[in-house]
């Protein structure tokens, strides 16, 4: 216990999902939560827990799109806590299509809500993070559709793959700055999350899709990943056992890639 004890972390997308069981990791471990979304109510319910069990959290709306957004979550860390240690970027959407009946529309909805909330949270959390002198961790949620292609995904795979790469850049630039800070990517696999109802052409158990049937044919492993799956991997980045690691893959997929 205490692996991120006293630290403050910024989990977005957290009502839900992988955000939810990265911020109750976090929490569990020591750190002081702040969590955002848009699903309020789920939001809400999460800093409850939290905060049942012992832990420190806190629910705030944020449309990660926003960069003024943005600024007023971070603004907000630094007035209540005074420092910002871990951010994890994971707020994130699917869109998928084959990509001459994707719209533009679609396609800039894709990238905002993937891409551009990636650089803002690290643009604005940055220098709340290097103020402290003690470093900090960055941590973006990108996708094995980061690191190989998906037909009929080319929006989310582009998205993905730039997550990538852009947290390699911020590593390299945090590491010639010297200010401590950290920059990795987790690349989840088929994970038991609500977000593969964005994606079409899926085999469907009921109105669902069968990720069971998905996981058969192509995971190693045999089954989906769970939520904490993605979560014990964020805890790892967040923490100080990972101290030597920055522009790194961390892929959490029941050996998808080994395929």
Known sequence: MGRVEGKVALVTGAASGIGRACAQALAREGAQLVLTDVQDDKGEIVAAEIERTGGKALYLRQDVTSE???AGIISTIARRFGRLDILVNNAGIAVGGKVTEVSLD????QQAANVESVFLGVKHALP??????DGGSIINISSVAGLKGAANL???CASKGAVRLFSKAIALQCAQEKDGVRC???HPGIID???WTG???LPLKGNAPDLDAMTAAGVPLGRPGAPEDIANGVLWLASDESRYVTGSELLIDGGYMTR
């Not at 679609?106 to 909805?109: E, T």
């Not at 709340?128 to 002198?133: E, T, V």
């Open 199 to 201: 994606f079409p052409g």
């Open 154 to 156: 080319s929006p989310y």
């Open 184 to 186: 990795n990517s987790v």
């Open 106 to 109: 679609d396609w800039r909805r």
């Open 128 to 133: 709340l993070m290097r103020q402290s002198g």
């Open 68 to 70: 003024v957004g943005w």
């Open 193 to 195: 999350t609500p977000i």
